[in-house]
């Protein structure tokens, strides 16, 4: 499962970002864009409503802790509780690797557990977050060379530079009266 897809489906369809934001009224995004973004196929089980919320509230705490330890238990934690695991499967003399639920309504936040798991494995766990914009807890992958990034996006980071802005000229101001 591609991780911008998580990241979309935690922002457009988590609790939390909606609600910081202001967007708990606002209509959830299309549903057909993000299963595309997920990597899901089109012959997969239709994934309802509930289940992309639940599922994203479930991946934001991953996102939001800056503890390495709570970071890999929580995702440890949704690995056992979906209880995924590896499995082969043959198709037309080629062999796969798969993986595998018992429980069918389990598998996107399955397949986000494995990811999240790949991700924290071969990167730097401080590449994961949550903006540091004011009012918005939407989540990022820190892809930059440095590893630097605080903002969810531009307009996030452009917002708090305007900020920080008027601020010091505020401050100069009251200084200089």
Known sequence: MPLAGL???VNGWGSTPR????EQDWPYPPRQSLTGRLGLTEDAEP????ALIWTADRLHPVFATTS???RV???????????????????????????QV?????????AAAVALR???????????????????TDVYIDASPGAHRRFCSVRCQNRARVAAFRRRRASEAAAGA
Do not use: F, K
């Open 7 to 9: 990241v979309d489906l």
């Open 19 to 22: 609600l910081e934001a202001g």
């Open 47 to 50: 994934v309802t409503d509930e």
């Open 68 to 70: 390495l330890p709570q």
């Open 73 to 99: 238990r929580l995702v440890s934690q949704l690995l056992a509780e979906t209880g995924v695991r590896p499995a082969l499967l043959a198709d037309n003399h080629v062999v796969r690797g798969i993986w």
């Open 102 to 110: 018992d429980d069918q309504r389990l598998g996107l936040l399955a």
């Open 118 to 136: 790949a991700h924290l494995v071969g990167q730097p766990a401080d590449r994961l977050g949550v903006c540091a914009g004011r009012r918005c």
